[in-house]
């Protein structure tokens, strides 16, 4: 998918995060901080890294504000924001296809 | 070299006597000489002690560079006279090379960390760590490792000259002109002083700093005027609101609720749930509320407890007025209800901190105990709990009287949430451990209950009382696979705190944490 | 992934606790306290701007958050909003083992899901008929027309009255005598009776209010409900001691099950026990109080 315009989903909530994706040029821009940073800070970089992989993002800017979500959580909140900048959010959804 | 509880100590640190963590009960038997301070006589009759100002008390008190001051925490988070004093000394006497020995810093002492930052301080003792000066002792900015220490394990250092306070500082809700201090009667009131009490008689010099000056003889005095050299009136000691809430109210989070009723099921499947048993419980969530559940138990065989130690609260204290309880005695108290009780109520009493938990003196009440309700920031295999780091490896907690409490009772209970987040309560290996697994005997979770391989006597009651309980490492495994199996933390070689068992052994310490960054591979 | 059993359409539903489908925090184990069924909630608990969000959080927790024997049912969005139809395909994907319409007002409102959850069961290659439904009953037209509702397919397990909105249509109040409900829930207990499925009581949501919800849970065990909606796991325990047989109940029905079994294997149909006329009409009644007495741990014996 094409990341067409900034979108942004999740909270600052504990057990959530922030996942904001903007248009990138430059492969993928990855940053994260995270209040579990020393012991899944790796775990953390690659469920997002796989998650665009599956979503076949090439090109993003991508910011993750995690508050100690679990890795469901982490892929839903991706997922969502990638599919909110592409405007396709909210009808027919790959359930089981991209989306694992 | 390793100790008992496995941890590497590096052998730089075994000097002077100091040995490494050999297990419950090394100490006992063995003769200790006690320090005595170095006191100024005070001959000639004195109409007072008022000085002016902080300042000027701590000149007249010989203050100089590489002072060592002592603090107690019971203003807790709404502490003004650690920071004021720290500042004068920096400050207006120019004082260098100061060592804070605290009976615990928090969010209230971040002036502290400046000073640490800019090398005016070089020493924290303490057994309490949190805020920015847990931040800044964990960044290796304090020139000396912090040297934590539990509740008892502090009175025992004192005792026996590990530390030697040159000048204590008691922040007294009230005080008279010559320095007898209480707790209660003031305007920034905090009931006990008991942490204060062991600090005032083995330092050389006492200020006490008050913001209510009340009529000769303050009595009966926490602190006495016969251990105080000089008296300031403060406009105030600390904000009332952070010193104690209005009253602790007994958690209503529904996970809290279903550990705490686990936590009394569990005491009173054992044989020393009788008349008179004796109990200490924390005040946060679940410990708290176990109470509540206890007391439904205590109805239902008809029996009464014999007596309850520890830092009290409400709960507490209206089982005391219900005369449910024989006997409340206290330490330090943590809102306003055990505030206005103590010394107040019938049999509520005071205690000084090694009369608490001093495992060095010749009767600390922590040995014994029936029953001590725990929590944990991390509980691992072993039953070693960890109270002080966070699992970033960051200095966020305090040991306070978790060490002591678990190795005098009888029967010592840790409850915590299997999960934080997601951070595994229960894991392998604790960050760091600050109460030993031979200590700990039984984990309740809100996943269920492990006991201790070490108590099959307890195992048995259970059992025998159909409590269902698992094995610590099922938890272990449940918790990894609810949050993923943690990265092992990576450290630096240099060590930022020493931990000390609370008979004075080198139980971990804590080093330098490498952050992961992104970058990394 | 972990894979959820087919799920039964009569099993014990004493206690039916909903949980914000939004809240990651909330639903990553909200199993460990005992409810029979968690209720995910895509509908009044999420934010009309968070609907599309809610449902990847709820995908990804029904893959991966392993629920054991809790039944996971999820409200869905009303008929009447554009969210429906991907909040349907969302659980068929996910595996929910149920789908409670929200606003069901008739049975052509269970038969327009009922056509939705069978063309995802299609598109996902799952079972065909997996899905479970059942109907929340919100107004006065979904009351009187409860009978059809509760009859409409064969994937309704029951239905449940939705007290906030119901109350709000008859301009009423919660009473502390249940008045303002009463002719409602009993019209809809006969319904779900007669059409042989479950019915269900509202939440009650008054968290202070401990005298006024034993009140209610007393009343619905008293009018003969299933089970109750909870919005907090600390009303859980309550219902399920209400809603456990007594020690005389359960003896009983042991005493019947047994001697019916014993008789009818000597071909004798009808028969007493302590003095009271038995026939095989009490049987089924018998059982249930077995069943249940089994669920609530009071009962360890091998006739049910």
Same mark, same amino acid.
């Given at each position: 998918?094409?990341?067409?315009?900034?979108?942004?989903?999740?909270?600052?909530?504990?057990?959530?995060?922030?996942?904001?994706?903007?248009?990138?040029?430059?492969?993928?821009?990855?940053?994260?901080?995270?209040?579990?940073?020393?012991?899944?800070?790796?775990?953390?970089?690659?469920?997002?890294?796989?998650?665009?992989?599956?979503?076949?993002?090439?090109?993003?800017?991508?910011?993750?504000?995690?508050?100690?979500?679990?890795?469901?959580?982490?892929?839903?909140?991706?997922?969502?924001?990638?599919?909110?900048?592409?405007?396709?959010?909210?009808?027919?959804?790959?359930?089981?296809?991209?989306?694992? | 070299?390793?100790?008992?509880?496995?941890?590497?100590?590096?052998?730089?640190?075994?000097?002077?006597?100091?040995?490494?963590?050999?297990?419950?009960?090394?100490?006992?038997?063995?003769?200790?000489?006690?320090?005595?301070?170095?006191?100024?006589?005070?001959?000639?009759?004195?109409?007072?002690?008022?000085?002016?100002?902080?300042?000027?008390?701590?000149?007249?008190?010989?203050?100089?560079?590489?002072?060592? $001051?002592?603090?107690?925490?019971?203003?807790?988070?709404?502490?003004?006279?650690?920071?004021?004093?720290?500042?004068?000394?920096?400050?207006?006497?120019?004082?260098?090379?100061?060592?804070?020995?605290?009976?615990?810093?928090?969010?209230?002492?971040?002036?502290?960390?400046?000073?640490?930052?800019?090398?005016?301080?070089?020493?924290?003792?303490?057994?309490?760590?949190?805020?920015?000066?847990?931040?800044?002792?964990?960044?290796?900015?304090?020139?000396?490792?912090?040297?934590?220490?539990?509740?008892?394990?502090?009175?025992?250092?004192?005792?026996?000259?590990?530390?030697? %306070?040159?000048?204590?500082?008691?922040?007294?809700?009230?005080?008279?002109?010559?320095?007898?201090?209480?707790?209660?009667?003031?305007?920034?009131?905090?009931?006990?002083?008991?942490?204060?009490?062991?600090?005032?008689?083995?330092?050389?010099?006492?200020?006490?700093?008050?913001?209510?000056?009340?009529? $000769?003889?303050?009595?009966?005095?926490?602190?006495?005027?016969?251990?105080?050299?000089?008296?300031?009136?403060?406009?105030?000691?600390?904000?009332?609101?952070?010193?104690?809430?209005?009253?602790?109210?007994?958690?209503?989070?529904?996970?809290?609720?279903?550990?705490?009723?686990?936590?009394?099921?569990?005491?009173?499947?054992?044989?020393?749930?009788?008349?008179?048993?004796?109990?200490?419980?924390?005040?946060?969530?679940?410990?708290?509320?176990?109470?509540? $559940?206890?007391?439904?138990?205590?109805?239902?065989?008809?029996?009464?407890?014999?007596?309850?130690?520890?830092?009290?609260?409400?709960?507490?204290?209206?089982?005391?007025?219900?005369?449910?309880?024989?006997?409340?005695?206290?330490?330090?108290?943590?809102?306003?209800?055990?505030?206005?009780?103590?010394?107040?109520?019938?049999?509520?009493?005071?205690?000084?901190?090694?009369?608490?938990?001093?495992?060095?003196?010749?009767?600390? $009440?922590?040995?014994?105990?029936?029953?001590?309700?725990?929590?944990?920031?991390?509980?691992?295999?072993?039953?070693?709990?960890?109270?002080?780091?966070?699992?970033?490896?960051?200095?966020?907690?305090?040991?306070?009287?978790?060490?002591?409490?678990?190795?005098?009772?009888?029967?010592?209970?840790?409850?915590?949430?299997?999960?934080?987040?997601?951070?595994?309560?229960?894991?392998?290996?604790?960050?760091?451990?600050?109460?030993?697994?031979?200590?700990?005997?039984?984990?309740?979770?809100?996943?269920?209950?492990?006991?201790?391989?070490?108590?099959?006597?307890?195992?048995?009651?259970?059992?025998?009382?159909?409590?269902?309980?698992?094995?610590?490492?099922?938890?272990?495994?449940?918790?990894?696979?609810?949050?993923?199996?943690?990265?092992?933390?990576?450290?630096?070689?240099?060590?930022?705190?020493?931990?000390?068992?609370?008979?004075?052994? %080198?139980?971990?310490?804590?080093?330098?944490?490498?952050?992961?960054?992104?970058?990394?591979? | 992934?972990?894979?959820?059993?087919?799920?039964?359409?009569?099993?014990?539903?004493?206690?039916?606790?909903?949980?914000?489908?939004?809240?990651?925090?909330?639903?990553?184990?909200?199993?460990?306290?005992?409810?029979?069924?968690?209720?995910?909630?895509?509908?009044?608990?999420?934010?009309?701007?968070?609907?599309?969000?809610?449902?990847?959080?709820?995908?990804?927790?029904?893959?991966?958050?392993?629920?054991?024997?809790?039944?996971?049912?999820?409200?869905?969005?009303?008929?009447?909003?554009?969210?429906?139809?991907?909040?349907?395909?969302?659980?068929?994907?996910?595996?929910?083992?149920?789908?409670?319409?929200?606003?069901?007002?008739?049975?052509?409102?269970?038969?327009?899901?009922?056509?939705?959850?069978?063309?995802?069961?299609?598109?996902?290659?799952?079972?065909?008929?997996?899905?479970?439904?059942?109907?929340?009953?919100?107004?006065?037209?979904?009351?009187?027309?409860?009978?059809?509702?509760?009859?409409?397919?064969?994937?309704?397990?029951?239905?449940?009255?939705?007290?906030?909105?119901?109350?709000?249509?008859?301009?009423?109040?919660?009473?502390?005598?249940?008045?303002?409900?009463?002719?409602?829930?009993?019209?809809?207990?006969?319904?779900?009776?007669?059409?042989?499925?479950?019915?269900?009581?509202?939440?009650?949501?008054?968290?202070?209010?401990?005298?006024?919800?034993?009140?209610?849970?007393?009343?619905?065990?008293?009018?003969?409900?299933?089970?109750?909606?909870?919005?907090?796991?600390?009303?859980?325990?309550?219902?399920?001691?209400?809603?456990?047989?007594?020690?005389?109940?359960?003896?009983?029905?042991?005493?019947?099950?047994?001697?019916?079994?014993?008789?009818?294997?000597?071909?004798?149909?009808?028969?007493?026990?302590?003095?009271?006329?038995?026939?095989?009409?009490?049987?089924?009644?018998?059982?249930?109080?077995?069943?249940?007495?089994?669920?609530?741990?009071?009962?360890?014996?091998?006739?049910?």
């Amino acid at each position: 998918m094409e990341i067409k315009k900034p979108a942004v989903a999740g909270t600052l909530e504990s057990s959530d995060l922030m996942v904001t994706v903007e248009p990138g040029s430059n492969g993928i821009e990855l940053a994260i901080s995270s209040s579990v940073m020393n012991q899944y800070g790796r775990q953390i970089k690659n469920t997002v890294l796989e998650t665009l992989d599956r979503l076949e993002v090439r090109q993003a800017k991508v910011t993750v504000v995690d508050k100690g979500a679990l890795d469901c959580t982490i892929k839903a909140r991706v997922e969502c924001a990638v599919f909110r900048s592409c405007d396709q959010s909210q009808k027919n959804i790959p359930w089981g296809g991209a989306i694992v | 070299m390793r100790n008992a509880v496995g941890r590497d100590i590096p052998d730089y640190l075994l000097t002077g006597g100091k040995e490494v963590y050999q297990g419950k009960n090394y100490m006992d038997g063995k003769y200790m000489q006690k320090a005595a301070p170095k006191t100024r006589r005070y001959e000639k009759p004195q109409e007072s002690k008022l000085v002016e100002t902080i300042a000027d008390a701590l000149r007249q008190c010989g203050c100089k560079d590489g002072c060592t $001051f002592s603090f107690h925490h019971h203003l807790r988070n709404g502490d003004y006279v650690a920071n004021m004093v720290v500042q004068a000394a920096v400050e207006e006497l120019g004082i260098k090379d100061i060592t804070v020995a605290a009976t615990s810093l928090g969010s209230a002492h971040d002036v502290i960390a400046d000073y640490i930052e800019d090398g005016r301080v070089i020493g924290v003792q303490t057994s309490g760590i949190r805020g920015r000066i847990g931040d800044v002792v964990s960044e290796g900015k304090l020139k000396t490792p912090a040297i934590i220490r539990s509740h008892g394990g502090r009175p025992r250092a004192i005792e026996a000259g590990e530390v030697h %306070i040159d000048i204590a500082v008691v922040a007294a809700p009230t005080s008279d002109c010559v320095g007898n201090c209480r707790g209660i009667g003031g305007k920034s009131n905090c009931g006990s002083l008991g942490y204060a009490m062991t600090d005032a008689k083995y330092a050389d010099h006492v200020i006490v700093v008050t913001d209510t000056l009340v009529d $000769f003889p303050n009595m009966p005095a926490s602190v006495e005027a016969i251990d105080v050299d000089a008296v300031v009136v403060v406009d105030s000691i600390g904000d009332p609101k952070k010193i104690a809430s209005a009253a602790a109210r007994i958690s209503q989070n529904p996970r809290d609720l279903m550990m705490a009723e686990n936590v009394a099921k569990v005491i009173a499947a054992t044989p020393y749930f009788k008349e008179g048993f004796s109990f200490q419980t924390g005040v946060g969530g679940p410990s708290l509320a176990a109470n509540l $559940f206890l007391e439904k138990y205590m109805d239902e065989r008809g029996i009464k407890m014999g007596w309850a130690i520890g830092g009290i609260c409400g709960p507490m204290v209206e089982l005391l007025k219900k005369g449910k309880v024989g006997k409340v005695i206290d330490v330090q108290d943590f809102d306003l209800d055990a505030v206005n009780s103590i010394n107040q109520t019938p049999n509520h009493f005071e205690m000084s901190a090694s009369q608490y938990a001093n495992p060095a003196n010749k009767g600390a $009440f922590v040995n014994k105990l029936d029953f001590v309700v725990l929590a944990a920031l991390e509980i691992d295999t072993g039953f070693n709990v960890n109270v002080l780091t966070g699992s970033d490896g960051v200095l966020r907690g305090a040991p306070g009287g978790h060490p002591d409490t678990a190795a005098g009772s009888k029967c010592c209970i840790i409850v915590t949430p299997l999960v934080r987040g997601r951070m595994a309560t229960v894991c392998e290996h604790v960050v760091t451990v600050t109460t030993p697994g031979d200590c700990v005997d039984v984990l309740v979770t809100d996943y269920g209950i492990a006991v201790n391989p070490l108590r099959p006597d307890l195992i048995a009651c259970l059992d025998e009382a159909g409590i269902p309980h698992v094995s610590i490492e099922e938890l272990k495994e449940k918790a990894y696979s609810l949050v993923g199996r943690p990265d092992d933390l990576e450290w630096e070689d240099k060590v930022v705190a020493i931990l000390e068992a609370r008979d004075g052994t %080198i139980l971990d310490v804590v080093r330098k944490i490498k952050p992961y960054t992104l970058d990394e591979a | 992934m972990i894979p959820r059993p087919k799920p039964e359409r009569f099993r014990l539903r004493r206690t039916m606790m909903f949980m914000n489908a939004q809240k990651p925090g909330l639903i990553k184990d909200a199993y460990i306290y005992g409810c029979d069924s968690i209720m995910l909630d895509l509908e009044d608990a999420v934010a009309e701007n968070q609907k599309d969000s809610a449902r990847f959080s709820l995908y990804h927790a029904l893959k991966t958050i392993d629920y054991g024997d809790t039944e996971v049912i999820v409200r869905i969005n009303g008929l009447d909003t554009p969210h429906w139809q991907e909040d349907v395909r969302v659980c068929v994907a996910g595996g929910a083992d149920g789908i409670r319409i929200a606003k069901c007002e008739s049975a052509q409102d269970v038969r327009t899901v009922e056509a939705a959850v069978e063309a995802a069961e299609e598109e996902f290659g799952v079972e065909k008929g997996r899905t479970l439904l059942m109907g929340a009953l919100e107004s006065p037209k979904g009351i009187l027309n409860a009978y059809e509702i509760c009859a409409a397919s064969d994937r309704m397990f029951g239905v449940a009255i939705s007290g906030g909105d119901f109350r709000k249509c008859m301009q009423t109040k919660p009473q502390p005598d249940g008045i303002d409900m009463v002719v409602a829930r009993g019209m809809m207990l006969m319904a779900a009776r007669a059409a042989g499925v479950q019915c269900f009581d509202t939440v009650f949501t008054n968290l202070d209010d401990e005298e006024g919800f034993h009140a209610e849970v007393l009343q619905n065990k008293a009018m003969g409900f299933d089970g109750k909606s909870l919005i907090n796991p600390k009303q859980i325990r309550y219902v399920h001691e209400v809603f456990a047989p007594t020690q005389k109940e359960i003896v009983q029905a042991e005493k019947i099950v047994r001697a019916y079994r014993e008789q009818s294997a000597a071909g004798i149909g009808v028969f007493t026990v302590d003095g009271k006329m038995i026939d095989i009409a009490f049987i089924p009644g018998a059982e249930r109080t077995l069943k249940l007495a089994r669920a609530c741990g009071l009962y360890e014996g091998d006739l049910v």
